[in-house]
């Protein structure tokens, strides 16, 4: 009689051994954080990329790290490939053009929401751009090749 409930026991730990096998373990990750910087004639130009589930975000300031002008941006739905996303100025009224166009370009390759702060101090729009540009892709390719790179150590 006293063997009865061991049995019993060792079923139920069986079992439950057995449910927990057919559950995958999925780690859930906290927000990517990239920081990139270039100088230009003496003139420091910085980046902050982060990435969570359902948005990307990229702070390009000069000299110090600063919200300037937002924009927004929301990938494009339609099944037209080349469309473009549309975007929207949610904070400030300088480097408008700068801000969109990043917020655009983020949102279509992320396929997520795309935030762009641009804060200059000293330097034109017309003469930043170019170099936030590359500033933008630095930190953005190197976002997409953290993520392969997870992807793969999750698969294996």
């Known amino acids: 009689m006293n063997d009865r409930p061991k049995l019993r026991e060792r079923r139920l730990k069986s079992r439950i051994h057995d ?39 990229v702070l390009l300031s000069e000299t110090e790290d600063q919200l300037g002008t937002l924009a927004a941006s929301v990938p494009s739905t339609s099944g037209i490939q080349f469309q473009q996303s549309l975007s929207s100025v949610l904070l400030g009224d300088r480097n408008t053009t700068t801000a969109r166009m990043l917020a655009e ?49 999750i698969e294996t």
Request: with cysteine; aromatic share 4%.
């Open 19 to 57: 449910i927990a096998e057919c559950f995958e373990v999925v780690e859930l990750t906290r927000a990517r954080i990239i920081k990139e910087e270039i100088t230009h004639r003496d003139t420091r130009l910085l980046a902050i990329y982060v990435e969570a589930g359902n948005a990307s975000l």
């Open 105 to 153: 370009r983020l949102a279509t390759k992320s396929g997520k929401i795309g935030l762009v702060s641009v804060y200059l101090r000293t330097l034109s729009e017309t003469a930043a751009a170019p170099l936030l540009i590359k500033l933008f892709e630095q930190v953005t390719t190197e976002a997409q090749a953290e993520s392969q790179n997870e992807q793969t150590d």
